[in-house]
């Protein structure tokens, strides 16, 4: 199994950064595709950024394309989302997640099969 533990979410005021941590353990082997997904309360699970180390490929969702940056550390098996000029509605429990191999970048919750327990982000306005 891997192993996914994330970190660096708190309060922050509206305009202000973050930078989320999820360091990968165990079974880490060709777990080529990482992303990140989010939850508010009542709502569903969203996909917020998506990495494929192995060509350094991006994606991000609409809502947060040119305000949060994804970026990956092989050697430390971890993966990070900066997150800058947040606003209320990022208010949600960030999850990271991690599947097997795969030649696309991946935007669905149900293509990830790993996941870390969240940390909680809360912009207040």
């Known amino acids: 199994q891997v192993q996914l533990v994330e970190s660096g979410g708190g309060l922050v005021q509206a305009g202000g950064s973050l930078r989320l941590s999820c360091a990968a353990s165990?079974?880490?082997?060709?777990?080529?595709?990482m992303g990140w997904f989010r939850q508010a309360p009542g709502k569903e699970r969203e996909f917020v950024a998506a990495i494929r180390w192995s060509t350094s490929s991006t994606y991000y969702a609409d809502s947060v394309k040119g305000r949060f940056t994804i970026s990956g550390d092989n050697a430390k098996n971890t993966v990070y989302l900066q997150m800058n000029r947040l606003k209320p509605e990022d208010t949600a429990v960030y999850y990271c997640a991690a599947r097997g191999p795969g030649g696309d970048i991946y935007v669905s919750r149900y293509q990830y099969n790993y996941w870390g327990q969240g940390t909680q982000v809360t912009v207040s306005s």
């Open positions: 165990g079974r880490t082997l060709r777990r080529d595709n």
